[in-house]
């Protein structure tokens, strides 16, 4: 029993190109790093005395930032190569959180929020184009997900480091994420020294022709995409508000479903991908898609953290079905040449969503309730499922 399961993780694992697994460690470096924005709010407030709207400014120029970023990223890497955009995001990323950590005045450091967002994450499409040139499109969804474990795993690890920090200095925290920074730099550096991914693909003649802000269909995924982050981000906006309010769950409660999140990624997903990898990508992430809806749809019907548990385990299944997926179909669609633009572009509907997502929940938590929010939430998931088929549909014409 037990050799079975070792071979059922090793099977999902084996294979990929020497590249990813650089680049994913690379990737779980910088997001061990990730202590400056979970605690960025109260470091606003408490440490330099903001209100709460001078905050909420400083925190919506650091998400415009990254909506920035993301498309610029990706854009230049497809220019001038992946392995200079990523280095180079991270070394002034990390020098840029140093000294956004000595400004206090409200419009220096909303403009210093602004630019290190915009240069580090410039980092994330040009790490997403690179994994997608370094593996074969057999293998790209594996290589998708051994990219999300390692943001994952390090994300683990980053708020709960963040937290001992922050605890001593606030400063601390800027210091930490720098160090990180520089740490995912040097090793891209010195590991992929002379690399050559062997598994690029090369454009075919006529792939990568026109412009992708006029291809209809990769625009109709983009949409799919953010509709599906809206509803995912809701885990950042309304979740933790309702959980504690309806539910009845204290922090610890509420930081543990969030754990559980994470660690059924760590777990589960690599083998789930294994098994499906040669289904077409927009079946999977059109199931993905509606489970993800469907988990949060349910916590209207249940309490108790047994039952949050369940919902959180619905709604994961769904991500780790719909994300990984949608990475394949944006690089399968762009075509080679336009690979960087494309995952930029793919990036950039995140931080739009990350932006958007707590004005919507919010917004009908307040007015409407938690039971409509999450109702529907669970029934846009039925549309999605079917335009994903018919995104299906137009791939096989």
Not at 2 to 7: P, S
Not at 13 to 30: K, Q, T
Not at 266 to 280: D, G, Q, S
Not at 307 to 322: F, N, Q, R
Request: glycine share 12%; charged share 10%.
């Amino acid at each position: 029993m037990v050799r079975a399961i070792g071979q059922l993780y090793a099977d999902a694992f084996r294979g990929l190109p020497a590249p990813v697994w650089r680049l994913s460690i690379g990737l779980f470096v910088n997001r061990a790093g990730t202590m400056v924005l979970p605690f960025l709010s109260l470091y606003l407030v408490r440490e330099l005395g903001f209100d709460a709207g001078a905050a909420s400014t400083a925190l919506a120029a650091f998400g415009l930032g990254s909506v920035a970023g993301s498309y610029a990223g990706g854009v230049i890497a497809g220019r001038v190569g992946t392995l200079q955009v990523q280095i180079w995001s991270l070394v002034l990323a990390g020098a840029g959180f140093l000294l956004v950590s000595q400004l206090r005045g409200f419009l220096a450091l909303t403009a210093g929020m602004f630019l290190v967002s915009a240069i580090g994450d410039g980092y994330r499409p040009a790490c997403i184009t690179a994994i997608v040139e370094a593996s074969t499109p057999e293998l790209r969804p594996r290589a998708m997900g051994l990219m999300r474990l390692a943001a994952n795993a390090g994300i683990a690890v980053g708020p709960a480091v963040g937290g001992l920090l922050a605890g001593i200095d606030y400063a601390w925290i800027f210091v930490g994420e720098a160090v990180t920074c520089w740490a995912a730099a040097a090793w891209l550096s010195f590991s992929m020294r002379g690399e050559t991914p062997s598994a690029i693909e090369r454009p075919a003649p006529g792939t990568g022709a026109g412009s992708l802000w006029r291809d209809p269909r990769f625009l109709a995924l983009l949409a799919l995409v953010l509709v599906l982050a809206l509803v995912l981000y809701q885990v950042f906006a309304t979740l933790p508000l309702y959980l504690t309010s309806v539910y009845g769950l204290n922090e610890t409660q509420v930081g543990l479903i969030f754990a559980l999140n994470a660690a059924l990624i760590v777990v589960f997903e690599m083998v789930l991908i294994k098994h499906l990898e040669r289904r077409r990508p927009e079946v999977v992430m059109g199931l993905g898609m509606f489970l993800m809806c469907a988990g949060f749809g349910l916590l209207p019907f249940g309490s108790g953290m047994a039952y949050a548990a369940l919902t959180v385990a619905v709604w994961t299944v769904g991500e780790m079905l719909s994300l990984p997926f949608s990475n394949v179909l944006v690089a399968e669609y762009a075509g080679a040449g336009r690979a960087g633009t494309a995952i930029g572009m793919y990036s950039a509907v995140f931080s739009v969503a990350l932006i958007l997502a707590p004005v919507v929940g919010l917004g009908v938590l307040e007015r409407f309730g938690g039971d409509v929010l999450w109702t529907a939430c669970g029934l846009v998931g039925v549309p999605l499922w079917i335009l994903c088929a018919a995104l299906r549909v137009r791939a096989d014409r």
